[in-house]
């Protein structure tokens, strides 16, 4: 499997797009941006794109383009809740440094 999610980011995911009506699930990306280079991203997604791999993990969709699958292979998606603070945390393999605010990485 090219990603997996812990229970707490299934259930946080299943609410997001069950509240949302409609969709096919959730694309898991990256983009150039941010200090070390890239960052995550996350939408919901329609209509599946060409380079686009499907994958469902306990029933909910995950949606990776083939560009960013190459730097997320292996990455685990978990949703944790910090004080006041909560949202989705990655643990990504591939990841060789992070800015010091933690929101881009290098590979």
């Not at 939408?43 to 560009?67: H, M, P, Q, R, S």
């Not at 998606?77 to 643990?91: A, I, P, Q, R, S």
């Amino acid at each position: 499997m090219a990603v997996t999610m812990t229970p707490a980011a299934n259930e946080r995911v299943s609410t997001f797009l069950a509240n949302r009506g409609k969709g096919l699930g959730l694309r898991l990306g990256i983009k150039t941006t941010g200090c070390s280079g890239l960052a995550y991203v996350l939408e919901f997604v329609d209509t599946l794109n060409e380079d686009d791999e499907l994958y469902t993990i306990d029933g909910v969709n995950i949606i990776i383009d083939a560009k960013s699958l190459v730097h997320l292979a292996g990455t685990e998606l978990d949703f944790v809740k910090e004080g006041l603070n909560e949202g989705f945390k990655f643990t990504n393999p591939n990841a060789k440094g992070e800015c010091g605010c933690g929101e881009s990485f290098n590979v």
